[in-house]
Structures are given as structure tokens and as C-alpha cells.
């Protein structure tokens, strides 16, 4: 097994399936937008982020087809083509993190320098603002309020020392009220925290179009879910977006992609205006409408996740049979009824493994397996400095073909094959681990049975 081919095959199979339920997400959630329940997209594309930062998929499959276990199939099996595509991969994924790191980095650097200039406001605007702080449920200093010069537009950032930041401005009592209720909401809706996860996930998948796509949606979909509790809670739209309209302008920057402001510009908000007229002009539905679309995405999720995985798995496992090297042996008929006198007590264990852990001193195991048409089966590994292991076997039904054999530490499968009663002693030419696999050609099913044991 090597490690830049799990990372890489970690990385791919992790952003197909947040990018297959973005894409679920996108096409059934229309119908949620349609029944008005935009908080609910809003929660579920902040769960839908998770999918892109943690391998949960990869995790399930590493444990069924890893070196630690014994598995079916190709998945995680090396090749020198496939050793030289994960080096080059990694080499292109850590530049690229690198490169994305650097300039996470340098939006929180000038975050925090510019968190010198803010300075506390007077305690009329301190009195308003913990005023609603009390109307939204919202411990008193858990958020500060500051104001500052280098600030034009009204804004919320910081993930571990929130601030609502005020330009140097004056505004009245009703314009102060609805700026802090829609500040507020933001942190209510934890969207900073989430601004900064998404920046990890462009971070590991900067070369996914649909991470990006993903930084989108979001930054539209959390004003419009704070636009909706807002505007309630300030009196209706059209007090809430007068105030809005009035005080939003141009500001732009690197370090604004983790805060959230007032309106980014002008169309910007005229698209909210927009939005959140149809929205209120739409009847909601009901909740078990609600709950069967959720429930229906979820379906469509897991199957499409399932298929997009199992396509993966046959790509990969197409590439490696494409790309391995086989060294075939010629067979010696005549070891079966030799080797087996000295195997006869391992054939009548009763507890089948494939494992030979060679670090407890182990020098044998037996296997039993059912093989389908055009499958294999391979052993865990075990590490060797050198010596012979030999193979006794055999398959019912005994006429059909099946290939034996090693796979070495640099990926080559060295094996004999034959039909039933198979016996073949393979030298263990350099240190290293190693696998034993079977693998069924014969065109049905077959159910096999054998030892495996280690010699100097």
C-alpha cells in the first residue's frame, strides 16, 4: 500500500461525494425553496459542507479493502504507474494547499491588523445593541461592539472574538436597531465559523469547481436565511431594506471573504429586495411536505453517493489491471500430494484467516473464500525479510481455472494457476510486505479453500 496513493484516492472519492450531494442538494432543494423554507437549505448546505472535510466514505472503504484487513478487489493496490500518479498528484495538492493556505493566512492577518483600529462606541449605541442582544437571546458580551474609520459598511466578523463593527457614521435609533438585528442574526446562524470551515475545504479541494460553487451558494443563501428572520423581527421588508438601501455601499478586500457585511453593493441587495418578495409571496407548506423532501434527498443522496463510489472503485480497479505487471510460473503438478502430509493439522482448523503476522511469529494461516466470476481475494499483508511461502489449495468446482499467487511490495503479481488441488512454492526474493491473492477467471462462481505457510 502507499501513502500518496490513499491520499489521493482520500481527496477524489471525498470531493465526488460532496460535489454529488451539492449537486442533490441544488436540483431537490428548489422544491424546499418553493414550499418557503429557506432556513432549513440553509442548515442543511451547512451540514453538506462536512461531506467535503471529512472522509467519512474513504474511512468505511480503508476499512474493508485496507492492509489491515482481507478484501476483494484492487482498491489501494499499487502499481508503479499508479505510485508515479499519487507522487504527482501530491506534489500539485500540497502546492495548491500551500498556495491557498498562504492567502487564508493573509485574510486573517489583515483581519487582525485591522482589528488595531476599532475602537468601543458610546453607550447610547452600547445600550441599543445589548437591547437586542436580549431580543435575540443573546448573552451580553458574548458579541462586542465596535466602530472605526477604516469601516464604510457595517459588519460582523470574527470566529473566536465576534465583533459587530460600525463606521464612523451616524445613524439613528431605527437604523442602529435593524443594522444590529441583522448583524446578530448572522452570529446567531454561526455563519463566520461556517465562512472559515468553507475556507478549509477550498483549502484540501481548491481544484474542485464545485467547492467553489459551494463558497457561493453559501455566501447568497446565509443573507438570504438572515434577511428572513431579520426583516420579521425588524417590522417587514420595507423598513428592514430601507435602512438596508440607504446605508449599503462598495467595499471590497480579501480579508471581507470571512466577515459578513450589511450588502456587498447596490445589485446585491437588489437582489435580496427581489428574493424576499417572492419568497413572502409564496404560500409556506407544510411540514410533511417538508420532511418527505427531506427525505427524498437523503434517498437520492446515499444512492447517488453509492453509485458515484462504486464507479470509482471499478475506474480504479480498471487503471490497476490495466497497469500491473504479472509474472506467471510454471506449475509443479507434482507438489500437492508432498507439501499436503506436512499441512494436514492446519486443514482441520476450524477458524479461517488470511492474516500471517510474522512480528508474533507466525509462519502459516489457511483461508476460505467464495469467489464470483472475474473477481479476486487478497490476503493481509505480512512483512518477510526473504524465504519461500507456499500455497496448498483447494476449489470447488475443482475443473475450473484460477490464478494464485503474490503480490509483491513494489505491486508486481508473481502466480501460478490450474485447476483444483493447486500447490505452488514461491520464492520471497527481497524484503518487504506482502499479499498472497486468488483470483477467479473461470467464468462462474467458486468456493475455495487452502494454507499458506512461511519457510527460510
Request: aromatic share 14%.
Amino acid at each position: 500500500m502507499s501513502w500518496t496513493i490513499n491520499l489521493m484516492f482520500l481527496l477524489f472519492i471525498t470531493t465526488v461525494t460532496g460535489t454529488v450531494l451539492l449537486g442533490v442538494w441544488y436540483g431537490i432543494g428548489r422544491i424546499l425553496e418553493r414550499l418557503g423554507y429557506i432556513h432549513l437549505l440553509h442548515r442543511i448546505l451547512f451540514f453538506l459542507l462536512f461531506s467535503f472535510l471529512f472522509p467519512a466514505l474513504y474511512v468505511l472503504l480503508a476499512r474493508y479493502y485496507g492492509a489491515d484487513s482481507a478484501f476483494f478487489g484492487s482498491l489501494f493496490l499499487k502499481t508503479p504507474f499508479l505510485e508515479r500518479a499519487g507522487t504527482g498528484f501530491f506534489v500539485f495538492w500540497l502546492t495548491g494547499v500551500c498556495v491557498m493556505g498562504g492567502l487564508y493566512l493573509y485574510r486573517l492577518i489583515k483581519l487582525h491588523r485591522r482589528g488595531r483600529s476599532f475602537f468601543p462606541c458610546e453607550s447610547r449605541r452600547q445600550e441599543l445593541f445589548d437591547s437586542v442582544c436580549d431580543e435575540l437571546d443573546i448573552e451580553r458580551g458574548c458579541v462586542a461592539l465596535r466602530q472605526s474609520y477604516e469601516v464604510q459598511v457595517p459588519e460582523f466578523s470574527g470566529a473566536f472574538h465576534p465583533c459587530t463593527v460600525l463606521p464612523v457614521e451616524e445613524y439613528s435609533d431605527e437604523e442602529l436597531r435593524v443594522i444590529f438585528i441583522h448583524e446578530l442574526t448572522h452570529y446567531r446562524q454561526r455563519d463566520i465559523w461556517i465562512k472559515h470551515l468553507i475556507s478549509l475545504a477550498l483549502i484540501l479541494h481548491f481544484f474542485n469547481p464545485a467547492v467553489w460553487w459551494l463558497h457561493r451558494l453559501f455566501g447568497r443563501w446565509s443573507e438570504y436565511a438572515c434577511d428572513k428572520s431579520a426583516s420579521r423581527r425588524a417590522g417587514g421588508m420595507k423598513p428592514y431594506f430601507s435602512v438596508l438601501s440607504g446605508i449599503a455601499g462598495e467595499q471590497g478586500g480579501l480579508e471581507f471573504y470571512l466577515a459578513a457585511r450589511l450588502a456587498e453593493n447596490k445589485n446585491e441587495l437588489l437582489d435580496r429586495v427581489e428574493y424576499m418578495r417572492r419568497m413572502n409571496a409564496r404560500k409556506k407548506g407544510s411540514h410533511r411536505t417538508a420532511a418527505a423532501v427531506c427525505m427524498v434527498m437523503l434517498a437520492l443522496g446515499s444512492v447517488a453517493v453509492y453509485e458515484a463510489s462504486a464507479g470509482a472503485i471499478r475506474e480504479y480497479d480498471r487503471i490497476y489491471r490495466k497497469t500491473v505487471t504479472e509474472v506467471m510460473e510454471p506449475r509443479d503438478r507434482a507438489a500437492y500430494s508432498r507439501l499436503k502430509e506436512n499441512t494436514d493439522e492446519l486443514w482441520r482448523m476450524t477458524t479461517p484467516t488470511v492474516d500471517i503476522d510474522t512480528e508474533r511469529g507466525e509462519r502459516a494461516a489457511i483461508f476460505r473464500v467464495t469467489l464470483e466470476d472475474n473477481t479476486a481475494a487478497q490476503s493481509e499483508e505480512f512483512f518477510v525479510k526473504g524465504g519461500y511461502v507456499t500455497i496448498l489449495a483447494d476449489w470447488d468446482p475443482d475443473d475450473r481455472w484460477m490464478r494464485i499467487g503474490l503480490i509483491e511490495p513494489d505491486g508486481t503479481r508473481r502466480f501460478a494457476s490450474g485447476e483444483g488441488r493447486f500447490a505452488h512454492e514461491f520464492a520471497l526474493t527481497r524484503e518487504g510486505r506482502y499479499r498472497i491473492f486468488l483470483e477467479n477467471l473461470s467464468g462462474r462462481e467458486i468456493r475455495a479453500e487452502g494454507v499458506f505457510l512461511l519457510s527460510d
